[in-house]
C-alpha cells in the first residue's frame, strides 16, 4: 500500500497547474454511452477513478482509449456495440460514481443491470432519487441480488421534481432526458459546474437543453446523437485544495489552469481568514499568507455554497487561524473521518453532530496517519505540510483516485514530499473501504 512520507515546514512558491475535473470527467465518460459514435473528451485527469470508469464502459463492449496518441490527457470512446449493458457490482463497489450509467444505458439499450452501490466512508448515499426519475419517465425497475434491473421502451419526458438536491442524480437524469419522448422538466436541479459542463458535451452531440446551471432544466427529447469533441473545464476542488496549500503553508501560490468563477466561496473564505487571493486573468489565482491567519466559519451547501469537498481542507487550515472556528457539515452524515487524524496531530477540535468547532492555532506535530476517504487524505496532506517533522500517510490511494500526481506538482512549488511504494498497484480490497 503506498504512503506519502512528508516533511512540513517549507512556504509553497511558484505555479501550480490544476488539472481537468474528474467529477466532469465521470459523467461525460458516461455519456459516450448515448451514442454509436465517437466522443473525444480532452483535459481527461489521469486519476484512478478515471481508469474505473474506463474499466467499466469497456466492461460493457466500448472501445475506450485513455490518453492515446500524444495526448495524455485525451479519451476516446466508442460504444457502437454494447453487447453487456450491466455495471457489474466489482466496479461499482470501488466508485459509487459507476451509478451514472444508469440513465445512459436506458436511454441508450432498452435495458441497465446496474449493482446496487453501498454505503460509503462519508454517508449511506442512496441513489434513490435517480430510481424515482426514472420510474416517472416510464422505466420498470425491479432490484435483485444486489442489482437494479431497468427496463423502458423507450423513456418518455416527464416533470421531475428532486426532493433535495443531488448532483449525479441530476447528470444521471439530465442523460436519460435527452433521448427520451418529448419534454423533461426537471426542478431542484444541482447547479454545480460540473452539471453544466456535461450539459455542455450533450449539446455538442445534439442534445437540446436549456437551463443547466440553473435548478430548473428543460430537456427536449431527441431520437439521436451524434459523436462529439470536449474539453473537460479545470477541478475547483484540486484548485481550492492548492490555495489551502499555498495559504496554510505562508507562501506565495500561482495555482494556474483554473476557472476563478468556480472558486467564489472558498475565495471569499480564504479571504475572510485573512488571506490575500488576487485573481490574475480568467485563469489563475495567487495566494499568499504572510500574516497570522484569522478564524473563520464555514457551512457546506449545494453550489455556489462552500463546497463539501472542500471541508476537510479548509479544517486543516483553521488549525492553523487564531480564534475559533465553526466547521458545519450539511451534504454528508459521516464526513468528519479527518478530525481524529488532525488531533493525533495536535489539534484542537471537537465534534457534536454536523459540527466541527476548531479552536487555534495549534502547532501541529508529525505523525502516522491513515487516509478514509479522498478529501480526508487532502486535509492530512495540507496538515503534514505545516507539521513539526516526518508526517507518514497510508493508504494514499484514496488521494490518487482524484488528484493527479498530487506528489509530483506539490514538489515542484517546494513541498518536501516523497511517494512509497507503487501507485500502480493498489489491490482490490483495499479500495472497497471508500
Ligand atoms: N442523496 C439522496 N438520494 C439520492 C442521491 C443523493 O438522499 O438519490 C443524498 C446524498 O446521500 C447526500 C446528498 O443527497 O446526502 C447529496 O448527494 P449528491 O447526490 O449530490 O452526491 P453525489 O452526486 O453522489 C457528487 C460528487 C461528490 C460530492 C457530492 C456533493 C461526483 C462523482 N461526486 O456526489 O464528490 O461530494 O456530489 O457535492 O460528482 C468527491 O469528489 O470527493 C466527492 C465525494
Known amino acids: 500500500m503506498d504512503k506519502f512520507v512528508i516533511r512540513g515546514g517549507n512556504p509553497l512558491l511558484g505555479t501550480v497547474r490544476v488539472s481537468g475535473a474528474k467529477n466532469s470527467a465521470l459523467p461525460c465518460m ?30 460493457m463492449g466500448a472501445e475506450v482509449e485513455l490518453g492515446y496518441g500524444r495526448a495524455q490527457h485525451r479519451t476516446k470512446i466508442c460504444c457502437r456495440t454494447l453487447s453487456d449493458p450491466e455495471a457489474k457490482y466489482e466496479i461499482v463497489k470501488t466508485m459509487r460514481a459507476s451509478s451514472l450509467v444508469l440513465g445512459p444505458l436506458i436511454a441508450r439499450c432498452g435495458l441497465a443491470r446496474v449493482a446496487m452501490p453501498g454505503g460509503c466512508a462519508i454517508g449511506g448515499r442512496p441513489i434513490d432519487l435517480h430510481i424515482k426519475g426514472l420510474e416517472k419517465m416510464g422505466a420498470t425497475i425491479t432490484q435483485e441480488h444486489g442489482y437494479l434491473e431497468a427496463r423502458a421502451a423507450r423513456l418518455r419526458g416527464a416533470h421531475l421534481l428532486f426532493d433535495r438536491i443531488t448532483v449525479t442524480g441530476t447528470e444521471d437524469l439530465l442523460m436519460a432526458a435527452v433521448l427520451a419522448e418529448g419534454e423533461t422538466l426537471m426542478e431542484n436541479c444541482a447547479r454545480e459546474p460540473e452539471v453544466v459542463d456535461l450539459a455542455s458535451l450533450l449539446t455538442a452531440m445534439g442534445a437540446r437543453i436549456e437551463g443547466a446551471g440553473t435548478s430548473t432544466i428543460r430537456v427536449h427529447g431527441v431520437t439521436r446523437l451524434h459523436g462529439a469533441r470536449h474539453r473537460i473545464h479545470p477541478d475547483r476542488i484540486e484548485a ?13 501560490l500561482i495555482v494556474a489552469n483554473c476557472n476563478h468563477n468556480h472558486l467564489g466561496a472558498v475565495i471569499s473564505k480564504l479571504q475572510e481568514a485573512g488571506v490575500r487571493v488576487d485573481l490574475l486573468g ?26 463539501t469537498d472542500m471541508q476537510a481542507q479548509f479544517m486543516a487550515l483553521a488549525t492553523q487561524a487564531e480564534g475559533v472556528s465553526q466547521v458545519k457539515e450539511n451534504i454528508f452524515e459521516n464526513r468528519f473521518m479527518h478530525v481524529q487524524e488532525l488531533v493525533r496531530m495536535g489539534a484542537h477540535i471537537k465534534v457534536d453532530g454536523n459540527t466541527a468547532t476548531v479552536r487555534g492555532p495549534s502547532r501541529l506535530s508529525a505523525a502516522a496517519v491513515m487516509c478514509s476517504d479522498l478529501r480526508a487524505s487532502a486535509s492530512l496532506v495540507l496538515a503534514a505540510l505545516v507539521a513539526d517533522g516526518e508526517s507518514i500517510l497510508d493508504r494514499v490511494y484514496h488521494m490518487d483516485r482524484g488528484y493527479e500526481r498530487i506528489e509530483e506538482k506539490l514538489r515542484g512549488v517546494g513541498a518536501q514530499i516523497r511517494r ?7 489491490r482490490d480490497e483495499e479500495l472497497i473501504a471508500r
Open 30 to 59: 458516461a455519456a459516450a454511452i448515448l451514442t454509436e459514435d465517437e466522443v473525444i473528451l480532452e483535459n481527461i485527469p489521469q486519476v484512478r477513478d478515471i481508469e474505473t470508469q474506463r474499466r467499466l464502459l469497456a466492461s
Open 420 to 426: 512509497l511504494g507503487n501507485i500502480f498497484a493498489p
Open 240 to 252: 481550492g485544495t492548492f490555495l489551502i496549500a499555498g495559504a496554510i503553508t505562508g507562501g506565495d
Open 282 to 307: 480568467p485563469d489563475s489565482v495567487r495566494v499568499r499568507a504572510d500574516g497570522r491567519l484569522r478564524a473563520a466559519d464555514i457551512s457546506t451547501e449545494e453550489y455556489p455554497g462552500f463546497p
